[in-house]
């Protein structure tokens, strides 16, 4: 049984193909035309890195693949906590203390502390006191007085005041570590106060071993305080102390009043008794040649006062938060039945 064969089909061209052989008959061949391209234009050419259509891609020799990676049979990855790795394959105690212990980070050691009288006691030597207080010697420690400022303004405020503060740190009962260069530089700062941050007065003082920090009840503040219509003739050393002393004890003017380049009001810092009354004013006798006298009252301002208790006359806190003041007891409710309404009977 013969078998005919199968009509030969055409193939149409692809896109971009090179030109085919020429057919039988001499017909010449015909290059291929992009059909996005005007056919006006000019037969398009095949770069030489293109495959033509009657070449077959050879694949590589099996020599130059590479062998397939084989599966690790050594222990898993490790992972690093600090310096110390731990093995993912073994999470025993021992190890991880093993490490700990093999590790170059400062370990600590175990001190048996002592039992007096049901309580746990520790003595650290007086060398060891003394190797921790070298960091400390030359640290200021300070708390304002009134509400806490941000951490933040007194680090950027005390840096540009005290160019010598080399660190400072804070704690959350509004203490403040101001530490300095060298503790000649720390005590200058202290023995230079008071000082006050945008009026509100820090109490400093050295920091010493055994410290506690606990914030003192105080009557006496450093205030800022502005004398208005002060006459001219008074912008002496000895005419603001005069003046100065009917409202505290007067301890240094401003830069500006010192230069007499501001005569609208003398801005003196005076140390001020909250235990007292403060004056909103002074009156200030002016002799004159004749013998006589002239009155002139001068307007204090206040730039900055504390909140003081009436019960230990203290600062930082309101009457209300005083710990002094007894608190009143709270309402208690009581209940009361009401009787019930009465209905008159209708006859």
């Given at each position: 049984m013969e078998v005919e064969p199968l009509p030969a089909?055409?193939?149409?061209?692809?896109?971009?193909?090179?030109?085919?052989?020429?057919?039988?008959?001499?017909?010449?061949?015909?290059?291929?035309?992009?059909?996005?391209?005007?056919?006006?234009?000019?037969?398009?050419?095949?770069p030489p890195a293109i495959m033509k259509t009657d070449e077959r891609a050879t694949a590589p020799p099996?020599?130059?693949?590479?062998p397939a990676p084989e599966h690790p049979t050594g222990p898993p990855p490790s992972i690093f906590i600090g310096n110390i790795p731990l093995n993912t394959s073994n999470h025993s105690f021992?190890?991880?203390?093993?490490?700990?212990?093999?590790?170059?980070?400062?370990?600590?050691?175990?001190?048996?502390?002592?039992?007096q009288n049901g309580e746990i006691v520790v003595r650290p030597s007086l060398e060891m006191i003394r190797n921790g207080s070298r960091r400390w010697s030359s640290t200021a420690v300070g708390y304002f007085l009134g509400k806490k400022p941000y951490f933040h303004h007194v680090r950027d405020f005390t840096r540009s005041v005290w160019?010598?503060?080399?660190?400072?740190?804070?704690?959350?009962?509004?203490?403040?570590?101001?530490?300095?260069?060298?503790?000649?530089?720390?005590?200058?700062?202290?023995?230079?106060?008071?000082?006050?941050?945008?009026?509100?007065?820090?109490?400093?003082?050295?920091?010493?071993?055994?410290?506690?920090?606990?914030?003192?009840?105080?009557?006496?503040v450093p205030v800022w305080i502005k004398m208005r219509h002060l006459p001219v003739e008074l912008w002496t050393t000895e005419g603001l102390s005069i003046v100065a002393s009917g409202i505290g004890k007067p301890l240094y003017p401003d830069s500006i009043t010192r230069a007499c380049t501001r005569l609208d009001f003398a801005r003196v810092c005076v140390m001020l008794d909250i235990t007292s009354k403060?004056?909103?004013h002074v009156v200030i006798m002016v002799p004159k040649e004749d013998g006589g006298e002239s009155a002139c009252k001068v307007d204090v301002e206040y730039?900055?006062?504390?909140?003081?208790?009436?019960?230990?006359?203290?600062?930082?806190?309101?009457?209300?938060?005083?710990?002094m003041m007894k608190p009143k007891p709270p309402p208690v409710s009581v209940y009361v039945q009401k009787p019930a309404p009465q209905t008159r009977k209708h006859r």
């Open positions: 089909t055409r193939v149409p061209p692809l896109i971009g193909a090179p030109p085919t052989a020429p057919a039988q008959g001499g017909m010449s061949p015909t290059a291929v035309v992009d059909p996005l391209e005007s056919p006006m234009q000019t037969p398009m050419t095949l099996l020599a130059a693949i590479p021992d190890k991880i203390a093993a490490d700990f212990h093999n590790s170059t980070r400062k370990t600590l050691s175990y001190v048996p502390p002592t039992v160019p010598m503060v080399r660190d400072v740190t804070a704690t959350s009962n509004g203490f403040f570590f101001f530490q300095f260069s060298t503790t000649a530089a720390m005590e200058e700062v202290i023995e230079g106060g008071p000082w006050l941050f945008h009026g509100q007065p820090i109490i400093l003082q050295k920091w010493e071993p055994g410290m506690v920090l606990r914030k003192l009840q105080h009557t006496q403060l004056p909103k730039e900055w006062l504390p909140l003081k208790r009436n019960a230990c006359m203290s600062l930082g806190h309101s009457t209300k938060e005083c710990p």
